[in-house]
Structures are given as structure tokens and as C-alpha cells.
């Protein structure tokens, strides 16, 4: 697929698509020294179908999360300060430094958060969408979950409502083939996650996770399918996680085979197989993408400097921002 984007359109998906890659990349070195507390899930192998996906929407779409969702809101265009200091349990992260890597949200590109409750941001984003119906703005909702979240009963329960009331919503299956040390082969004996859609009256489509365009175009049509009242989509992106289930697992457990790991991580890195289609397709010079790096590098390091000049919340704010009305202290 060529895809009819501007090339300043193609270049910010490598630069966003880079941002998630550095801006993870100095997580786990920080989380190694103890200074990101708690569990830090990347998506090193997967920038390809977030960046697609979240390129196809408008900056007031509404997006949901999972526990490995840092890397949504910068597809979505989020600048990265906010979301470091977040990781670093800071006061000025986008959540006040009380969410931290697996519940964080950036309202300022649309993203409602993550939850670590797996499955749970599907009628999260179902209920999202039936605002944007109710308000009769035509803002949609985009759900990321993965193929283990698809074994749950949200799933069911979230997808079929969201058929029935034909909800502006769009369902994207981050199929990465395992839920922790789970294949998915003994998971669920469907196929495709995306086969499921017929069975609750809508389409379901397969795409390359690892082609952002071919993402890019599954989702840009599910969107519009979505903003003009016909109902949500589920779109399932086979890809592949390259780091462990979460950093700093500290072992090696064993369910995936070396062969398997290396041949995606060589082969089927979506940021280089991008880079070559940059470069051999668009004809964009190497020297204008292999820039992007460098300058994300410096956002990237910026944003940790900004993250460790933070103060940490102070204990008087613990319930602020938390509950509707918070509990006197
Ligand atoms: C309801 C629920 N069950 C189990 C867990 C423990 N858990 C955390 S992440 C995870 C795997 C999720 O797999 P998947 O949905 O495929 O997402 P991935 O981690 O592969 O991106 C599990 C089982 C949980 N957090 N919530
Ligand atoms: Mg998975």
C-alpha cells in the first residue's frame, strides 16, 4: 500500500514512532537504578501499530489503554515531560506523579488512561463512545488491548454494546501473541481475534502490526466508518513484544523461543522496515530520517532532566485528584 500521506505526515510517524521507542528505552534504564517505581511495561516492537493507529485520529478523539500503554498518548502527540515526570512519580506529571507507568492519562491529546486491569478499558471506551453520541459531537473512541484481554468478558460485553448502539468506537487488538508466558494458541481456538467482529455484527480486520501504514489505513477507515454513525470496527495488528512482559522480570521464563525473539527483533523491527520504505519508496533522503533520532534524543533527555528537577507530590495531596469528593483526612 502506498499511502497518500504529505512526506511531513510520513516523518512524524519515524519521529513518533522513535519518541516511543528513546522515551521507553530511558524508562528501563531508570527503572533499573529504582527511581521508576513499580512494574514498567514497554512496547519496544509494537510503535508500528500505535503510531498508525493513533495517526488516524483527531487530537480531540478519545483514546483508551492498557498496563503497556506509555507509548499511546506519545503516538497521539503528547509531549514527553509530562509523561517522564509521571513515571518518576512526580508532582508535575500528567497525573500529579499518582499514576505512574500502568495508570497514567494525558487529557491533553485525548488519552482517558490506562488501567491495569486487563480488559477493563474496553466498555471504558465503549462508554466514551456513547458520550460522544450523546453529546452529538463526532469525536470517536480508539480501545487498545491486547490478545489476552480478548479472552476476558469485557470483551464480549464491551464489543456488543457498542454494536448494538452503533457507538462511534474502534477496537484495536495489539495481538503480540502472548498474555505474560500464555501463547495465544492456548488461549482461544479462533484464528483471528478480528473473526470475531461478524459474530457481533461488524467487521473485523486483520492487518501487519509491524507496517504502520497498513495500519494506518485499516484505522483511518474504521474511523471513518466510526464518525459517520455506521458503528465500531475491531482491527487486530499481529506484532510482537521485543522486551520481556515488564522490565526488570529478572529471569528468563522460558515460553518464548530464542529463534522466535531474534527473528522479530531482526526482521521485523517496524521502525526499520519503515526506514527502508522511506527511503526506497518516498525516496527520502537517509540523512532527513536518520536526523529525527538525534533530536528525539535530546526531547528524550530534556524530559528526564524535567522529570528529576520535580519535587514528589507532598503526602497532604494524596486523596486531591483522586475521588469525586474526596474523604476528609
Ligand atoms: C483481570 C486481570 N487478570 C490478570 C491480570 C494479570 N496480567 C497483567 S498483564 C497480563 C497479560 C495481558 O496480556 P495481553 O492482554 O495480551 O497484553 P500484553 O501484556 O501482551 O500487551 C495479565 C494476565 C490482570 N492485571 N488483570
Ligand atoms: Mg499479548
Same mark, same amino acid.
Given at each position: 500500500m502506498k499511502a497518500n500521506l504529505p512526506r511531513q505526515e510520513l516523518l512524524e510517524m519515524m519521529r513518533r514512532m522513535q519518541r516511543i521507542r528513546r522515551f521507553e528505552d530511558a524508562a528501563i534504564d531508570l527503572h533499573k537504578k529504582g527511581r521508576v517505581p513499580g512494574a514498567l511495561h514497554t512496547s519496544h516492537g509494537q510503535e508500528g501499530e500505535i503510531v498508525g493507529a493513533c495517526m488516524?485520529?483527531?487530537?480531540d478523539d478519545y483514546m483508551v489503554g492498557n498496563? =503497556?500503554?506509555?507509548?499511546h498518548p506519545i503516538g497521539k502527540g503528547a509531549k514527553l515531560r509530562g509523561l517522564m515526570a509521571e513515571l518518576l512519580a =512526580?508532582?508535575?506529571?500528567?497525573c500529579a506523579g499518582k499514576g505512574g507507568s500502568m495508570h497514567l492519562a494525558d487529557?491533553?491529546?485525548?488519552?482517558l488512561g490506562e488501567t491495569?486491569?486487563?480488559?477493563?478499558?474496553i466498555p471504558v471506551a465503549a462508554g466514551a463512545a456513547l458520550g460522544a453520541k450523546m453529546k452529538g459531537s463526532d469525536q470517536v473512541a480508539l480501545c487498545f488491548f491486547g490478545d489476552g484481554a480478548a479472552q476476558e468478558g469485557a470483551f464480549h460485553e464491551g464489543i456488543n454494546m457498542a454494536a448494538v448502539w452503533r457507538l462511534p468506537a474502534i477496537f484495536l487488538c &495489539? #495481538? #503480540?501473541?502472548?498474555a505474560v508466558s500464555t501463547p495465544i494458541s492456548t488461549s482461544t481456538?479462533?484464528? #483471528?481475534?478480528?473473526?470475531?467482529g461478524p459474530a457481533y455484527g461488524i467487521p473485523g480486520v486483520v492487518v501487519d502490526g509491524q507496517s504502520v501504514l497498513e495500519v494506518y489505513e485499516a484505522v483511518t477507515n474504521a474511523v471513518h466508518r466510526a464518525r459517520s454513525g455506521q458503528g465500531p470496527t475491531i482491527v487486530e495488528a499481529k506484532t510482537y513484544r521485543f522486551?520481556?512482559?515488564?522490565? #526488570?522480570?529478572? =529471569?528468563?521464563?522460558?515460553? =518464548?523461543?530464542a529463534a522466535e525473539v531474534e527473528e522479530w527483533r531482526t526482521n521485523r523491527d517496524p521502525i526499520e522496515l519503515f526506514r527502508r520504505r522511506l527511503l526506497? &519508496?518516498? &525516496?527520502?533522503?537517509a540523512a532527513e530520517i536518520d536526523a529525527i533520532a538525534g533530536e528525539v534524543d535530546a526531547e528524550v533527555r530534556d524530559a528526564v532532566d524535567f522529570g528529576e528537577r520535580s519535587a514528589f507530590p507532598e503526602?497532604? &495531596?494524596?486523596w486531591t485528584d483522586v475521588y469525586a469528593a474526596p474523604i476528609e483526612a
Amino acid at each position: 500500500m502506498k499511502a497518500n500521506l504529505p512526506r511531513q505526515e510520513l516523518l512524524e510517524m519515524m519521529r513518533r514512532m522513535q519518541r516511543i521507542r528513546r522515551f521507553e528505552d530511558a524508562a528501563i534504564d531508570l527503572h533499573k537504578k529504582g527511581r521508576v517505581p513499580g512494574a514498567l511495561h514497554t512496547s519496544h516492537g509494537q510503535e508500528g501499530e500505535i503510531v498508525g493507529a493513533c495517526m488516524s485520529l483527531r487530537l480531540d478523539d478519545y483514546m483508551v489503554g492498557n498496563h =503497556r500503554s506509555h507509548g499511546h498518548p506519545i503516538g497521539k502527540g503528547a509531549k514527553l515531560r509530562g509523561l517522564m515526570a509521571e513515571l518518576l512519580a =512526580r508532582k508535575t506529571g500528567v497525573c500529579a506523579g499518582k499514576g505512574g507507568s500502568m495508570h497514567l492519562a494525558d487529557f491533553s491529546v485525548g488519552s482517558l488512561g490506562e488501567t491495569s486491569i486487563v480488559g477493563s478499558g474496553i466498555p471504558v471506551a465503549a462508554g466514551a463512545a456513547l458520550g460522544a453520541k450523546m453529546k452529538g459531537s463526532d469525536q470517536v473512541a480508539l480501545c487498545f488491548f491486547g490478545d489476552g484481554a480478548a479472552q476476558e468478558g469485557a470483551f464480549h460485553e464491551g464489543i456488543n454494546m457498542a454494536a448494538v448502539w452503533r457507538l462511534p468506537a474502534i477496537f484495536l487488538c &495489539e #495481538n #503480540n501473541g502472548y498474555a505474560v508466558s500464555t501463547p495465544i494458541s492456548t488461549s482461544t481456538l479462533t484464528q #483471528n481475534i478480528a473473526d470475531r467482529g461478524p459474530a457481533y455484527g461488524i467487521p473485523g480486520v486483520v492487518v501487519d502490526g509491524q507496517s504502520v501504514l497498513e495500519v494506518y489505513e485499516a484505522v483511518t477507515n474504521a474511523v471513518h466508518r466510526a464518525r459517520s454513525g455506521q458503528g465500531p470496527t475491531i482491527v487486530e495488528a499481529k506484532t510482537y513484544r521485543f522486551m520481556d512482559h515488564t522490565a #526488570n522480570m529478572g =529471569r528468563d521464563l522460558g515460553y =518464548r523461543p530464542a529463534a522466535e525473539v531474534e527473528e522479530w527483533r531482526t526482521n521485523r523491527d517496524p521502525i526499520e522496515l519503515f526506514r527502508r520504505r522511506l527511503l526506497s &519508496e518516498f &525516496e527520502i533522503p537517509a540523512a532527513e530520517i536518520d536526523a529525527i533520532a538525534g533530536e528525539v534524543d535530546a526531547e528524550v533527555r530534556d524530559a528526564v532532566d524535567f522529570g528529576e528537577r520535580s519535587a514528589f507530590p507532598e503526602p497532604a &495531596e494524596a486523596w486531591t485528584d483522586v475521588y469525586a469528593a474526596p474523604i476528609e483526612a
